[in-house]
């Protein structure tokens, strides 16, 4: 079987003194949305980091596109095309929406099939294109960073907690989203605590759990077995939209 996009094996992450990832192991397969699950603590957001180099893995290896990225410094794993939405949104809030865009395109102009397209994704975005940032409400804000990550066409998209704190009609609006990305081919890592959402969107699910992970399978299988799901909401994700 040929490799996934992205494997992680046995990574050990330490922040300072503290030891967080105690040997994560898992697979990202190319062209699918893989949901990241666990309590408040279990490491998914230290997960992301590490893939991305802002914490560097102690020991394991990380390989990406059949590369070793372990060692890699952040922008050169950017530039491999790994894309990364913070929780803490990276947008520039005294910027437009359009300025947000297109300094978030670093090799020229974006495409601008490519812009049609991510503002299907994102209407709101287009009715406030001339306006700061900082104007957008809490989930537009989260769908300008999305949109910032996709201004460029990446191999594998990292995102923490797209819909936390946002209200049922928004997390509708950001489950579509997340469907036509997939629809459109991406391969995406989505860190998520509301269960709904979870289930509405993954092919694949990984549950974390004190820095490991603790299941990992289809969300099909997950969403069937009632009593592993028990077991796995009783890790206090939230099964409620
Ligand atoms: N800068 C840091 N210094 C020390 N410990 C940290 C730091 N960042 C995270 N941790 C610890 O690492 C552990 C994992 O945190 P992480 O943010 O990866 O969890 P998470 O699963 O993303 O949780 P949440 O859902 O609350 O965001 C936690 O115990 C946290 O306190």
């Not at 992680?8 to 990241?36: K, N």
């Not at 490491?43 to 992301?48: A, V």
């Not at 590369?67 to 803490?88: H, N």
Request: aromatic share 4%; charged share 20%; proline share 5%.
């Amino acid at each position: 079987m040929s490799e996934p996009l992205l494997r992680l094996q046995d990574v050990h992450t330490h922040i300072g003194p503290y030891h967080i990832l105690h040997g994560v192991t898992c697979d990202i397969p190319a062209g699918q949305l893989t949901m990241l699950l666990g309590r408040n603590g279990a490491g998914k957001t230290t997960t992301l980091r590490t893939i991305m180099g802002l914490w560097r893995a102690s020991s394991g290896s990380i390989r990406f596109d059949g590369r070793d990225i372990t060692r890699c410094s952040t922008p050169s794993v950017a530039q491999g095309g790994i894309a990364y939405v913070p929780e803490s949104m990276a947008i520039f809030t005294d910027l437009t929406v359009r300025e947000n865009i297109v300094l978030a395109a670093r090799s020229g102009p974006v495409d601008s099939a490519r812009l049609d397209w991510m503002l299907g994704l994102f209407p709101a975005l287009k009715r406030f294109w001339n306006l700061p940032a900082g104007n957008l409400s809490g989930g537009q804000k989260q769908m300008l960073a999305i949109a910032r990550a996709i201004a460029e066409p990446r191999r594998l998209l990292l995102v923490d907690e797209p819909t936390k704190g946002l209200a049922p009609v928004m997390v509708r609006s950001m489950i579509e989203a997340f469907r036509a990305l997939k629809e459109a081919g991406e391969t995406i890592l989505l860190v998520e605590q509301n269960f709904y959402a979870a289930s509405a969107l993954g092919d694949n699910v990984l549950v974390m759990d004190d820095g490991r992970i603790v299941h990992s399978g289809a969300m099909s299988d997950l969403v069937a077995d009632q009593a592993l799901q028990q077991r796995l909401l009783g890790l206090s994700l939230d099964a409620h939209q």
